[in-house]
């Protein structure tokens, strides 16, 4: 059968898989499993090594439990192509030393697990210790972004229509290498207004500002604990304030929320009071009513 009617092909003799070009991305992670499973399993090495040349249908239905058993295990949709495919190779046929052969997938199962598992880990240990500036320099090249001086803004719209996935980590790696402070030393939630200050500020404090209406207003939220969230809205007919845009997009749990409600409501209450000291100093000074008697009224 030729490759274009097949999803993936391993070649015993090359030790080499080919995959259908014309699989999706979806189809090829549950493909590529499979056909890594039979190069796994049915290289020439092992087959010596068995003792026993496989027949096909036992090759199929070790390499298809293998992919089934991986991808299930990352919570990657299966569909109905495993399960149907597997059947296909099992049904009315008597495969040989079953056990043996469970026991070859649980093997290779566990293997695969492992090592993605690993390569993962170290891809979120690299993306910690990338650089910034080079993060930074990465997306402007992927947006065509050549111009240094080009406003805030304008470069979020050039990477939204180039690659919208980005936005997050551009926001981020700028406030990182804008505030060269170690966000994950924060004990609070805590936010940097871009273009406003050179610092993160306590959540509330950042967020209790006149905002422009007119003006894009970019951010970067730390909660402890959690990764950072970068985001921006144009101007107050998108949102009223960083606050209510993260409420909008709901990108936090219903519990940040109210953590992050209840931060809110008491920096509005402390700048109330605040404000009505700032009026009893001005009244007291400008009138002969003694300080004592003002508060009594």
């Known amino acids: 059968m030729s490759l274009v009617q097949r ?3 391993f070649y015993p003799e090359l030790n080499a898989i080919a995959l259908n070009p ?3 991305d979806i189809e090829n992670v ?3 499993i499979h056909e890594l499973a ?3 399993l049915h290289n020439t090495e092992r087959n010596e ?3 026993i040349e496989l027949n096909p249908h036992e090759k199929e ?3 298809e439990m293998v992919a089934y058993t991986v991808a299930a295990h990352f919570d990657f949709p299966t569909d109905e192509f495993s399960l149907s495919y597997l059947a296909s190779w099992t049904q009315g046929r008597d495969l040989r030393d079953k056990e043996d052969l469970l026991h070859e997938v649980h093997q290779t199962s566990g293997h695969f697990i492992r090592e993605i598992h690993t390569s993962l880990e170290q891809e979120k240990v690299l993306e910690r210790e990338a650089s910034p500036l080079m993060m930074i320099e990465h997306i402007e090249n992927v947006a065509h972004i050549t111009d240094q001086g080009m406003p805030l803004a304008e470069r979020l719209e050039r990477i939204m229509q180039h690659s919208p996935e980005n936005v997050g980590a551009y926001l981020t790696s700028i406030a990182k290498q804008d505030t060269q402070q170690d966000l994950s030393t924060f004990d609070e939630p805590m936010m940097l207004v871009h273009g406003e200050t050179d610092f993160f500020e306590p959540f509330a404090k950042a967020n209790d500002r006149d905002f422009d209406e007119h003006k894009t207003i970019a951010y970067t939220m730390v909660i402890p604990g959690e990764e950072p969230i970068s985001q921006y809205f144009r101007g107050l007919d998108e949102a009223s304030s960083p606050f209510h845009h993260i409420l909008k997009t709901e990108v936090v749990s219903k519990d940040t929320e109210q953590v992050l409600e209840k931060a809110w409501y008491d920096e509005m209450i402390s700048t109330e009071d605040r404000d009505l000291e700032k009026v009893r100093q001005v009244v007291t000074r400008h009138s002969n009513v ?6 009594s009224r």
């Open 30 to 32: 549950t493909v590529l």
């Open 38 to 40: 039979h190069a796994n």
């Open 7 to 9: 999803r993936g092909c």
């Open 61 to 63: 239905f070790q390499a």
């Open 22 to 24: 014309r699989n999706s």
């Open 49 to 51: 090594e068995r003792g």
């Open 290 to 295: 003694p300080e004592q008697d003002f508060r």
